[in-house]
């Protein structure tokens, strides 16, 4: 992955979903070239899948981030996607 295609989202509240059961959401501060670093940031592990994400997803943009890292890197190789936090739609 090109650097480039993420520096939209530096500095600003992201969603970062993983192949994984956990979802994060926090401030991208920093890409690399194998990670991304996420500062004020809530790990979730979300058991359940896609509805459960949804609904974690839809939290966070009505109530805000509930950090519980100050940061935490995230393997680039396991994004499935990123998004702007206010880019979630509430429905």
Request: charged content about 30%; glycine content about 6%; aromatic content about 10%.
């Given at each position: 992955?090109?650097?480039?295609?993420?520096?939209?989202?530096?500095n600003?509240?992201?969603?970062?979903d993983?192949?994984t059961p956990?979802?994060?959401?926090?401030?991208?501060?920093?890409?690399?070239?194998?990670?991304i670093t996420?500062?004020?940031?809530?790990?979730?592990?979300?058991?359940?899948?896609?509805?459960?994400k949804?609904?974690?997803?839809?939290?966070?943009?009505?109530?805000g981030?509930?950090k519980?890292?100050f940061?935490?890197?995230?393997?680039?190789?396991?994004?499935?996607s990123i998004?702007?936090?206010?880019?979630?739609?509430?429905y």
């Amino acid at each position: 992955m090109d650097k480039d295609e993420l520096k939209e989202y530096l500095n600003k509240p992201v969603v970062v979903d993983t192949a994984t059961p956990f979802i994060y959401i926090g401030t991208l501060s920093w890409i690399g070239n194998s990670f991304i670093t996420l500062k004020d940031v809530d790990v979730r592990h979300v058991d359940g899948g896609g509805a459960s994400k949804e609904k974690y997803i839809l939290s966070a943009r009505k109530f805000g981030i509930k950090k519980n890292r100050f940061s935490t890197k995230i393997r680039i190789d396991v994004m499935t996607s990123i998004s702007h936090l206010e880019d979630v739609v509430e429905y």
